[in-house]
């Protein structure tokens, strides 16, 4: 038995992506890792789902097998041109000769069929479409992509192909020999690129490295949660619940009568633990200590990918391009989105706000935990380990409600995702934030949650 179950953010809609889906759940039944399973997941978003992902975005990852370990397919210094340097499939690539069974070629041709055959428009993408107009319109190779006229944007059901992609990933599929893109693309791109901003991207892409990492552990209350280290939110999910954890008021929260005095215990932690980390709302004050503040708001997660097997492996995976469609700029020569995860002339390294995390139950229960969105994240995900393991919650209650939400209330509120905002019901629910699978005794279980996401912000 297993799962892929794996969500893309818009602004106003979460479904689940069926096409990307099936596509991870046909590697699994051809004998593939989860891994593998997770490659051809990513790269069929790339192409069906660009206002979220590209192959010019980044990734962090955790894969959990018996031991944890996690890779951060992202820069460690921010971009100096206006376009984010891309990292997607030199970690796809780093994953594969690490966990891959299946070969890289045939993991990529699934993208490629969907580039060169063409796919169908989902609500998903429509509604990014729709939202991000002006951005589609202003982009000739966007819109090339995804207007029906000069006026009109393509909507749900309507056919788009691009081959100029599927060359390129054709290419990649045949051509990629070690964890740095193949010469011709880079060329390819360089070619489409400004050229005062030549150079520096040159400069940037040869200077990739990337490396597995140790993730960061936390042991409470019977339970281990492994999490993704800097520059992602890990550590303020980590830190967050480790401030939970240390209070002696946690005694006797379990019960009903004490569910204020819970979510208050959490979310007071919360708040010391962002502030401490240098992450805060742009209106809030405070007397409490706090780091050099990033000179961005960290980049939100675009997509959310999860796949569980019988075994109680879990791999999980978040995405971005760190604005809806990135810089809105594709490369003629490539058909490759770029995203616009840079910041400027500063060189201080962006962060990211995924917290992909695995948590280690008792009798061999695993969980798989990602969330889309922004500063909710470590937050949500806080708040739903707390309920299901503190509060003793079952799975869907800790990952579908909050454990109190207000109507009006303070910029701390609001950054957590705590009030309510009556335009972002989508047939009369939230849009999704959170998604746990839950691996245990040869069962896969997966909840998600409606709650809203909260302020969308990118570099």
């Given at each position: 038995m297993f799962g892929v179950y794996l969500y893309s953010n818009n602004l106003s809609v979460f479904p689940p992506v069926e096409t990307c889906s099936r596509v991870g759940k046909e590697v699994l039944a051809s004998d593939g890792t989860l891994i593998d399973a997770g490659i051809a997941t990513a790269l069929c978003l790339a192409v069906v789902h660009p206002h979220t992902t590209s192959l010019g975005g980044i990734f962090s990852s955790i894969y959990y097998n018996g031991m944890a370990s996690v890779l951060n397919a992202m820069p460690q210094e921010a971009s100096q041109t206006k376009y984010g340097i891309p990292h997607l499939l030199q970690g796809l690539w780093s994953l594969h000769q690490?966990?891959?069974?299946?070969?890289?070629?045939?993991?990529?041709?699934?993208?490629?069929?969907?580039?060169?055959e063409g796919f169908l428009v989902d609500e998903v993408l429509a509604a990014a479409l729709k939202e991000k107009h002006q951005t589609v319109k202003s982009s000739m190779e966007l819109c090339n992509l995804f207007c029906e006229s000069k006026n009109?944007?393509?909507?749900?059901?309507?056919?788009?192909r691009n081959p100029t992609l599927g060359d390129v990933l054709q290419q990649i599929a045949t051509s990629m020999t070690d964890h740095m893109l193949p010469t011709a693309?880079?060329?390819?791109?360089?070619?489409?690129?400004?050229?005062?901003?030549?150079?520096?991207?040159?400069?940037?892409m040869s200077k990739i490295e990337l490396k597995v990492e140790e993730p960061i552990e936390l042991h409470f209350e019977?339970?281990?949660?492994?999490?993704?280290?800097?520059?992602?939110?890990?550590?303020?999910?980590?830190?967050?619940?480790?401030?939970?954890?240390?209070?002696?008021?946690?005694?006797?929260?379990?019960?009903?009568?004490?569910?204020?005095?819970?979510?208050?215990?959490?979310?007071?932690?919360?708040?010391?633990t962002y502030i401490k980390s240098g992450v805060r709302p742009r209106d809030s004050p405070t007397t409490i200590p706090t780091e050099t503040l990033p000179p961005c708001s960290p980049a939100p997660v675009g997509s959310t990918i999860l796949i569980a097997s019988k075994?109680?492996?879990?791999?999980?995976?978040?995405?971005?391009?760190?604005?809806?469609?990135?810089?809105?700029?594709?490369?003629?020569?490539?058909?490759?989105?770029?995203?616009?995860?840079?910041?400027?002339?500063?060189?201080?390294?962006?962060?990211?706000?995924a917290s992909p995390s695995v948590l280690l139950g008792m009798e061999e229960e695993s969980l798989g935990l990602g969330a889309t969105g922004s500063s909710s994240i470590?937050?949500?995900l806080a708040q739903t380990i707390f309920s299901y393991v503190t509060l003793k919650k079952n799975l869907t209650e800790s990952v579908h409600g909050t454990l109190l939400r207000y109507g009006n209330a303070d910029s701390w509120h609001k950054y957590f995702g705590l009030v309510e905002r009556k335009e972002e019901l989508v047939n009369g629910e939230y849009p999704v934030s959170t998604i746990v699978v839950d691996v245990q005794a040869e069962h896969v279980h997966v909840a998600?949650?409606?709650?809203?996401?909260?302020?969308?912000?990118?570099?």
């Open positions: 690490k966990h891959g069974r299946n070969s890289w070629s045939q993991l990529v041709n699934y993208a490629v069929q969907l580039a060169k009109t944007l393509k909507g749900v059901g309507a056919t788009v693309v880079i060329q390819s791109l360089l070619h489409d690129l400004d050229a005062r901003d030549k150079d520096t991207f040159s400069n940037a019977g339970m281990t949660l492994y999490s993704t280290p800097d520059p992602t939110a890990g550590k303020i999910l980590s830190d967050s619940l480790q401030e939970t954890y240390n209070k002696s008021v946690l005694e006797g929260v379990r019960s009903d009568t004490s569910m204020y005095k819970a979510y208050h215990l959490l979310l007071n932690a919360s708040i010391i075994n109680g492996s879990v791999f999980v995976m978040s995405l971005s391009l760190n604005s809806t469609f990135g810089s809105g700029f594709v490369s003629p020569s490539t058909g490759i989105l770029m995203s616009d995860f840079a910041c400027g002339s500063e060189s201080l390294c962006p962060m990211f706000w470590p937050f949500s998600t949650s409606h709650g809203p996401c909260c302020y969308y912000e990118g570099f």
